[in-house]
């Protein structure tokens, strides 16, 4: 059994452990807790033993599952998956310390049931970058989004529902519609080698020579099932329901990692298999691509609620990812894969510290804080790192994706290139905006300061009276502190992931050339 397969089924084991153990909550985050470290420890071995001068595809390992049509149980990873399971491993011991301080679950709901669906959606969204079957890369990408409808449907917030189902249909009509193309690149398959196969290497070498005009129809098929989980504009509408909704852990996983699943399916499968078709249709998603880049900027900068704020922050920032991955330069490219790891870190931290804001202050609304940094300066500091982390100051992790993605796309799609560095002008006025508003000038705002002691309002009965409010625990600033390392320290050293990266992502664009 390879460590790929190990880091797979642990959190399923774990999963059922926690499962057991509904109603003691403790026991319950200690054993989620203690399985989610051991799983961050074997990413050690995983990272130390990947070669990235070796194949494309380490860690290798299959079995048969329906043999009669080509199916099996294939798992094995490349640099760009690696750093995404890397990602996830160590967001989920983060958000399960969280649970209690910056995450609280609703009024009768358990730790357990919620703690052990984290570890499933752990388990199949690893299982989804580490699939080497297309089939069994469709069936967890429709699987995963079970355990994250029932965290959001049954955990978050007054409209969990609504938001829950939208989550649910958008994702799983995009992926029936892969599930098509996915049939269409069998039966090439099939007609080319006498029997048809899902493996994903024998594909890609046959649905490439395909006709552009089949090429085009499994591309978008793909695409649109991507689309939707990336999110791009015009697919992006559940987000801010969903993360608005969700609980912060969940919104940390839903934003920091499975939206990374549709980016990494363009790269994955996308360019390799459909390349002619990538190259006619790159115009259409560009454009796609810097429509979000404005949108979301503009939008985040209006919005009230914080928790909605971050997902209009992430749809701008996925379309400077989608940007680099098809303007088709190794500089773009590279970029939009490190773009990938390091908005998970940013917008992870950003989630969490505004979890903490809202769990002091009760309200997600912007309006309802002012002055907070007289009182919590170490939670002024934290917003402060992951807000210039977002917005991609130099010296933060953030930096060094943005600027090859637009060095790399200025060179071979000046003009897309140029509207998006309006997105880079519009990051850092929404950004201080918000810092500014929540962290800095007289303490204001309902949430503290009294207003007389109303009904609901939970604050200090004297009007105008300073709500008790406390800056970050030790315990608080543990679990944000390997973020800040990682945004600092890759910020100025971003090398050992440049390194691990950069042989996927030349394969990925020779595959593109040689297709054309």
């Known amino acids: 059994m390879t460590w790929l397969l190990v880091l797979i089924l642990l959190p399923l084991a774990g999963a059922l452990a926690v499962a057991g153990l509904r109603g003691n909550d403790r026991l319950a ?18 990272w130390l033993t990947y070669d990235p001068a070796g194949d494309r595809i380490q860690q290798a390992s299959s079995m048969d599952w329906i043999p009669a049509f080509g199916i099996h149980i294939s798992f094995g990873i ?6 995404m399971i890397a990602v996830i491993a160590l967001l989920v011991p983060i958000v399960i310390g969280a649970l209690g301080s910056a995450d609280k679950l609703p009024e009768g709901r358990g730790a357990g049931g919620f ?43 007054p409209r969990r529902q609504y938001a829950a189902v939208k989550f649910f249909l958008y994702s799983f009509l995009g992926g029936l519609i892969m599930l098509a193309s996915a049939i269409g690149a069998y039966s090439l398959a099939s007609d080319e080698l006498g029997q048809g196969t899902f493996d994903w290497a024998t594909l890609v070498t046959v649905v490439r020579d395909a006709p552009a005009s089949t090429q085009i129809w499994l591309f978008l098929g793909f695409f649109l099932a991507f689309a939707i989980k990336a999110p791009l504009v015009p697919f992006h509408t559940w987000l801010p329901d969903a993360a608005g909704q969700a609980p912060i852990g969940v919104a940390v996983l839903l934003v920091g990692v499975l939206d990374k699943v549709g ?3 363009f790269l994955r499968y996308c360019l390799p298999m459909f390349p002619e078709a990538s190259t006619q249709l790159a115009p259409l998603v560009l454009g796609l691509a810097v429509a979000g880049v404005i949108y979301g900027s503009v939008l985040a900068a209006g919005q009230q609620d914080m928790k ?26 590279v970029g939009a894969v490190t773009y990938m790891l390091n908005h998970s870190l940013a917008t992870g931290m950003l989630i969490l510290v505004i979890g903490l804001v809202v769990a002091r202050g009760g309200s997600t609304r912007i309006s309802d804080y002012g002055g907070m940094a007289k009182i919590t300066p170490v939670l002024g500091a934290m917003l402060l790192i992951a807000g210039l982390s977002t917005l991609s100051l130099p010296g933060t992790n953030s930096f060094i994706s943005e600027f090859l993605v637009l060095l790399g796309a200025f060179d071979a799609r000046p003009v897309y290139a140029i509207v998006a560095t309006v997105g880079m002008v519009l990051a850092a006025v929404y950004v201080l905006w918000l810092y500014q508003r929540i962290m800095t000038g007289p303490v204001r705002g309902d949430a503290l300061v009294g ?5 609901g309002t939970a604050i200090a009965p004297e009007a105008g009276a300073k709500k008790a409010v406390r800056d970050l625990s030790p315990k608080e600033i543990a679990l944000l502190a390997p973020l800040v390392v990682l945004i600092i320290g890759l910020g100025f050293y971003p090398k050992p992931v440049l390194d691990t990266v950069t042989p996927s992502v030349e394969a990925t664009l020779s595959a593109v050339q040689e297709g054309n």
């Open 263 to 265: 980016t990494f399916g």
């Open 29 to 46: 985050m200690l054993t989620a807790l203690a399985v989610s470290l051991v799983e961050l420890l074997l990413i050690v071995p995983l």
């Open 451 to 455: 207003a007389g002691g109303g009904p």
């Open 115 to 157: 703690l052990s669906l984290i570890l499933v959606q752990q388990s199949l969204t690893i299982g989804v970058f580490a699939a080497t079957d297309v089939f069994l890369f469709y069936v967890l990408f429709e699987l995963m989004l079970i355990p994250m409808y029932f965290l959001i449907g049954y955990y978050g917030g």
């Open 78 to 83: 490349d640099g760009i998956a690696l750093v």
């Open 308 to 333: 909605r704020f971050v997902a209009y922050v992430s749809i701008a920032h996925f379309g400077f990812i989608a940007l680099g991955i098809f303007a088709f330069t190794m500089q773009a490219e």
